[in-house]
T-cell receptor, first 108, second 114 residues
Framework: KNEVEQSPQNLTAQEGEFITINCSYS?????LHWLQQHPGGGIVSLFM???GKKKHGRLIATINIQEKHSSLHITASHPRDSAVYIC??????????FGKGTRLHILP | DAGVIQSPRHEVTEMGQEVTLRCKPI?????LFWYRQTMMRGLELLIY????????DSGMPEDRFSAKMPNASFSTLKIQPSEPRDSAVYFC????????????FGEGSWLTVV
C-alpha cells in the first residue's frame, strides 16, 4: 500500500463544476503539499499546509491531521484548470512522499 | 529571483554514455532535492541535500547514479553509464529547510536514452 493515496486517479468534469480531489496518507507529516503539473511538465506548488484550511482564488485546500486526510477543491472550474494535481506528504525532515497524481480534465 | 534553474532542458543520449544534469537552486534556499518522474512510477525522490550535505539518498536507484552539491548554488546528478530505463524527467527543487516550507521546482530535464 502506498503511503500517500490519491483519488480519483482521473477526473473529467464540465466547466463550472465544483471539483474535489482527495489525499490520504499513512505517515506522520510536518506538512502536506498540493502541486499542479500542466501538460508542458512544469510543477507549481499550490499549497503547503499543516493544519486547517487555505484558500487561494478558486482553490481551497483542507487537512484533517487526526484522520490523515487532505482535500483540494476547485470552485467554478475552468478548462485552464486541466492538469495533474499531486499530493505530497512531507515526512521527517525534508523527505517528501508523492501520491500518483489526479489527472483533471475540464471540458468547455 | 529566476527560480530553480536546470540544464539541459532536453537531452537525448546513447546507452552507455555519461549524463550530467545540473541545477541552480533559489538563492538562500538550503535544501535541494532531485526527483525523477516516469509514467509508470510517478514522481520519486532520488536524493536531497541540506546545507550541501546529502541527507537521504535511499531513492537513488543504483550505483550508476551519483549526486553532488559542491556549494550552495550548484548541484549535479550524474548517470554513468546511462541505460534506456533511465529515460525520464528529472526535476530539481529547492526550499528553505527545517520542514514545512514551500518547495520550488525547476522546469525539469527531459532525458531520453536510446
Amino acid at each position: 500500500k502506498n503511503e500517500v493515496e490519491q483519488s480519483p486517479q482521473n477526473l473529467t468534469a464540465q466547466e463550472g463544476e465544483f471539483i474535489t480531489i482527495n489525499c490520504s496518507y499513512s505517515v506522520g507529516i510536518s506538512a502536506l503539499h498540493w502541486l499542479q503539473q500542466h501538460p508542458g511538465g512544469g510543477i507549481v506548488s499550490l499549497f503547503m499546509l499543516s493544519s486547517g484550511k487555505k484558500k487561494h482564488g478558486r482553490l481551497i485546500a483542507t487537512i484533517n491531521i487526526q484522520e490523515k486526510h487532505s482535500s483540494l477543491h476547485i470552485t467554478a472550474s475552468h478548462p485552464r484548470d486541466s492538469a495533474v494535481y499531486i499530493c505530497a506528504a512531507q515526512a521527517g525532515g525534508d523527505k517528501i512522499i508523492f501520491g500518483k497524481g489526479t489527472r483533471l480534465h475540464i471540458l468547455p | 529571483d529566476a527560480g530553480v534553474i536546470q540544464s539541459p532542458r532536453h537531452e537525448v543520449t546513447e546507452m552507455g554514455q555519461e549524463v550530467t544534469l545540473r541545477c541552480k537552486p533559489i538563492s538562500g534556499h538550503n535544501s535541494l532535492f532531485w526527483y525523477r518522474q516516469t509514467m509508470m512510477r510517478g514522481l520519486e525522490l532520488l536524493i536531497y541535500f541540506n546545507n550541501n550535505v546529502p541527507i537521504d539518498d535511499s531513492g537513488m536507484p543504483e550505483d550508476r547514479f551519483s549526486a553532488k552539491m559542491p556549494n550552495a548554488s550548484f548541484s549535479t546528478l550524474k548517470i554513468q553509464p546511462s541505460e534506456p530505463r533511465d529515460s525520464a524527467v528529472y526535476f530539481c527543487a529547492s526550499s528553505l529547510s527545517a520542514g514545512g516550507n514551500t518547495i520550488y521546482f525547476g522546469e525539469g530535464s527531459w532525458l531520453t536514452v536510446v
